[in-house]
């Protein structure tokens, strides 16, 4: 008999965990407000839910992939309602206070929340190639990290509740800058007279290349950013968001940071919010005064 685990949000990094688990044996519950996100679900073994309190009410693990936080807050009211005591490991990128705002909601019903926030973009989700930054309480955790293993290739369990944000904070800071500096790394060999392949074949290969550089650099080459995108700016802007409130908090300059999510905001202002955020390479070109052919 599979073993069952609830999914609640069925969007890009939903729909791939999905995928993924069921691929690996898993029955999943799913619940998602958009009903329409089951169809994409291909053959994955998914029993659809019609609430969360639904979902709970059929396994004792749950994963919540979920856009703000105000579907969490929601989320977590309406499963600490339901008096069902299951863990829940949430893999969204919020701030801390929101996080532990829905831990606390959930804890008074004898609930647990793990903060495990996930590093990788939606094409990396659907092959598996994720990192899972686990925190909260460890046993809880360690009763979910079977079915973290096969959604990811690495999974850290690091401590305390909220561990995981800030590292997710940290992975993402460097995402946002290698994105930036690999756009402004292709553009620059257009400028000088070099093929745009040609700059990514090499490069790739070299001391200067990035994950984000062999993730991105593809579709900085052809300029094409509306096409299977994994992740837009809109996600993005509040990514960045989320890391700046935090570094204030901290008191922690981020100058590098702060430049690169200026020319993520340039993009936005140039109408690809909803384009992959590959297309920062599309403002530096512009920058650069280079005209794509």
Do not use: W
């Amino acid at each position: 008999m599979s073993e069952k685990i609830g999914i609640i949000g069925l969007g890009i990094m939903g729909s791939a965990y999905t995928k993924n688990l069921s691929a690996a044996g898993y029955e999943i519950v799913g619940f998602d407000v958009n009903e329409d996100r089951f169809e994409a679900q291909g053959n994955a073994r998914i029993t659809r839910a019609s609430s969360p309190t639904d979902v709970v009410n059929q396994v004792d693990r749950v994963i919540t992939s979920l856009p703000n936080p105000d579907a969490l807050i929601a989320v977590a009211e309406e499963i600490a309602q339901s008096g069902k005591e299951v863990i829940i490991a949430d893999t969204c990128t919020l701030k801390i206070s929101d996080k532990t705002k829905a831990r606390d909601i959930l804890a008074e019903k004898g609930i647990t929340l793990l903060d495990c926030p996930v590093s990788g973009t939606g094409h990396q989700a659907a092959a598996g190639d994720l990192v899972i930054f686990g925190s909260g309480d460890e046993d809880s955790f360690n009763k979910i990290k079977p079915a973290f293993e096969k959604m990811g290739r690495e999974v850290h369990y690091l401590g305390e509740f909220g561990t995981g944000s800030k590292m997710k904070y940290i992975a993402n800071l460097l995402v946002v800058i290698h994105n930036v500096s690999s756009a402004e790394a292709i553009t620059y060999g257009i400028k000088a007279g070099i093929d745009p392949q040609l700059v990514y074949d090499v490069i790739k290969s070299s001391a200067g290349t990035s994950r984000m550089f062999e993730v991105r650099g593809p579709m900085m080459v052809e300029g094409k950013y509306d096409e299977d995108v994994s992740a837009n700016h809109i996600i993005t802007k509040k990514d960045i968001s989320v890391i700046l409130d935090y570094a204030d908090q901290m008191a922690c300059p981020t100058p590098l940071f702060s430049v690169a999510g200026e020319i993520h905001r340039a993009a936005i202002a140039m109408g690809r919010a909803h384009e992959d955020t590959a297309s920062v390479c599309a403002v530096t070109d512009q920058l650069a005064g280079v005209k794509r052919k």
